[in-house]
């Protein structure tokens, strides 16, 4: 029987089902312990998996059988908890957003890289094949110059859906809303396949929704290729629309619904596409994302998605954030300024 990672859960909410299913479903993870600081639903995570429990990190971090605390806590938790479990040489993969200030982000890659474990935060829909067949025409130019890389994000999350939990829709905890945590990747997903981007100016508050943060946010984005693009997002439109991304350049147009390319149009042709495997990215995402976590361990190799690449599309949010906030243009190495 091939080694598994053992992976050990902290934070049993909504996202954490899956991940639980991730693991389970992984060749090289097994799932061991489940922590939370809700006792009961503790209980039930440990009792449905037949794992250990905790109902502390603190507790959990000195369990020798686990090898990687896997992160599904409120966003503004996942700074301490990953320092923490890195300080106990364990891996840590981080849900989204892996913090929610960009101070925190190197004091992050730096203890793991001290304690010689790996850091990797999630975002699931760069694992599609899609995706991925997207970037590789990018990458080879066959669009040719950029000129428009826009993403839209509009989807419906409810009064009742902030009240449902105390540290949603808040700063402290939360560190933004509809674009910090529902458009957070969309937005990776935009900067991932066109480029880092230089600047940015927006616009983002709380219009329909009583929350402390936006639930509905635009912006401008100068990219260092020299596009421009926008970023439109809202929790407040009345029906779920597939989250869209729509890029234009010199030599053609790519159109990308739902992890799906709607259209891949080169020099007025439209491209024939190739069989993809079945992809959605609840719960595909996560699992291949998992799985090759785990396989790098066994492999002694980064993971796919590094701690590192939390940075641009927090970068992207936070100066939405302050441009909103100054009415000016932010340049986005200005942030940590």
């Known amino acids: 029987m091939n080694k598994k990672i053992r992976f050990g859960i902290v934070g049993c909410g909504a996202i954490s089902s899956v991940h639980f299913e991730g693991i389970i479903k992984s060749k090289n993870a097994e799932l061991v312990a489940v922590c939370d ?3 009961k639903v503790a209980d039930e995570a440990s009792q449905k998996y037949d794992v250990k429990k905790y109902y502390s990190i603190n507790e959990m971090v000195t369990d020798a059988e686990i090898e990687v605390i896997n992160i599904c806590t409120p966003s503004s938790l ?26 925190h982000i ?17 975002f699931p829909r760069r694992m599609s094949p899609q995706a991925q ?16 890389c826009s993403a839209y994000v509009k989807i419906y999350r409810s009064q009742e859906y902030y009240n449902s939990a105390g540290w949603r829709g808040t700063w402290e905890y ?3 809303g509809a674009m910090m945590n529902q458009g957070i990747h969309t937005v ?6 066109v480029g880092p981007v230089l600047s940015v100016y927006g616009k983002a508050k709380p219009i329909l929704r009583d929350i402390e943060v936006e639930d509905t946010s635009v912006a401008v984005l100068e990219f260092k290729n020299g596009a421009l693009g926008t970023i439109e997002i809202t929790t407040t439109a009345s029906v779920n629309e597939p989250q869209r991304l729509e890029i234009f350049g010199e030599k053609g147009s790519i159109i990308y619904i739902d992890d799906d390319i709607n259209l891949l149009e080169i020099k ?16 595909d995402g996560h699992r291949i994302q998992i799985d090759d976590f785990a396989q790098a361990l066994l492999e002694n190799r980064p993971p796919f998605l590094t701690g590192g ?12 954030y302050k441009s909103s906030e100054t009415g000016e243009k932010v340049s986005l190495n200005s942030l940590q300024n």
């Open 37 to 39: 600081i809700d006792k």
């Open 78 to 103: 996942h700074y301490e908890q990953t320092i923490l479990a890195a300080k106990h040489k364990k891996h840590v993969l981080v849900e989204k957003p892996m913090a929610i200030s960009l101070e």
């Open 106 to 122: 190197e004091p992050m890659i730096n203890t793991c890289k001290r304690n010689n474990v790996l850091l990797g935060t999630v």
């Open 133 to 148: 067949y997207i970037k590789k025409i990018l990458d080879n130019d066959d669009l040719g110059k950029l000129s428009l």
């Open 174 to 176: 939360d560190g933004g």
């Open 188 to 193: 990776d997903l935009l900067q991932w396949l």
């Open 268 to 283: 007025g042709k439209r491209i024939s596409l190739p069989k993809f495997e079945k992809f959605e990215v609840l719960p």
């Open 309 to 320: 690449d939390s940075k641009p599309s927090l970068e992207i949010i936070l100066g939405t």
